[in-house]
């Protein structure tokens, strides 16, 4: 069934957008550029009216994962999750990804090495933490296990220890072991590791006596 054009208004709240009218109602919005191509009295057909909504729809969901990856980087997931819960169908969520991807704008390789760079440099974590992190953001597995063997984890411990000694220089032996114990076991690391940073963190202090850690 055919419908023919009977209005073509720009939005009062989006200057970037039109209404289009059919057969004297409002039927849909397109972008300045897509109604263009339209002119009042055309005369649309079904098919020419579903590719005009089709390729609205995704150009907004477009826009939004863009909006969205201007924050910070996204995993693939991420992205598809924003969407979906923004309401649009699952083909024009694969077509917005598979466009993304192309443009360079979506790469879980790249989002990886930047969630593991921003931890490093602002609240280091184990290669556990991270690990369960990014499994979180959606990232693949084999992904996750390439990124994460590059861990140095005592190196990362001490980076999240060292900026608290001065905090803590002032406790005990016993209080001092559990403070740094129960911080970087939150932080995914292990007995063995918690243990070594631990010592090392004591006789950064100029602390004598031996630390000791909770088993």
């Known amino acids: 069934m055919s419908s023919t054009i009977t209005a073509l208004q720009i939005q009062k709240k989006n200057k970037d957008r039109v209404n289009v009218f059919l057969d004297g109602e409002f039927a849909f919005g397109l972008t300045l550029m897509a109604a263009a191509q339209l002119k009042k009295g055309q005369v649309l057909s079904a098919a020419e009216i579903e590719m005009l909504r089709q390729d609205d729809e995704r150009h907004v969901a477009y826009q939004r994962a863009i909006h969205l990856l201007g924050f910070r980087p996204r995993s693939e997931a991420e992205v598809r999750q924003h969407l979906r819960d923004k309401g ?81 220089s002032d406790l005990d032996q016993t209080e001092f072991g559990r403070k740094i114990t129960g911080f970087l076991g939150r932080r995914g690391f292990s007995y063995e590791v918690v243990r070594r940073i631990s010592r090392r963190a004591w006789a950064e202090l100029g602390k004598s006596g031996e630390l000791g850690t909770d088993e």
Do not use: C
């Open 88 to 168: 649009f169908a699952g083909e024009v969520i694969d077509a917005v990804v598979t466009q993304l991807v192309q443009e360079e704008y979506l790469d879980d390789e790249s989002f990886t090495r930047f969630w593991m760079e921003n931890r490093e440099q602002f609240r280091p974590r184990s290669a556990r933490a991270l690990r369960h992190e990014l499994r979180q953001k959606g990232v693949e597995r084999a992904v996750i296990d390439a990124a994460v063997a590059t861990v140095d984890e005592d190196a990362a411990a001490w980076a999240a220890v060292e900026p608290k000694l001065a905090r803590w």
